[in-house]
């Protein structure tokens, strides 16, 4: 069993306050939660990099890592819970505070690569 990752990345417009808020919220949620808690789900903000790796200034990204992960199927499920928080929190951001919310993208990554 190898670990799997997944990569979200807030679009330009986001905040140092916003990264820090996504990643919260991403601990917050249930279904998120119970995997850190068990061991099976980390959860870290690290510099933000283009397509090739290269590190783009001050941008922060949210790599979650599956550890050990049992399959296909596991990954699929915390691909979805992801984007769901995702979209949770930029409805959530919309109502709290003024201005549209950064878009964001969650997309699997080769951890090793990362």
């Known amino acids: 069993m190898a670990n799997q990752a997944i990569l979200v990345r807030l679009d330009g417009t986001a905040t140092q306050s916003d990264v820090g808020a996504l990643k919260k919220w991403l601990e917050r949620e249930k ?32 790599l979650l890592t599956l550890v050990n992960c049992a399959g296909a199927a596991v990954f699929a499920e915390v691909i979805r819970d992801v984007r769901q928080a995702v979209e949770a929190w930029r409805e959530n951001r919309r109502q709290v505070e003024s201005g549209d919310p950064p878009n964001g993208t969650v997309n699997p990554v080769d951890p090793d690569a990362e």
């Open 31 to 62: 279904q998120l939660e119970d995997r850190v808690r068990r061991g099976e789900l980390r959860i870290q903000e690290r510099a933000g990099t283009d397509e090739q790796g290269t590190p783009m200034g001050a941008g922060m990204d949210i």
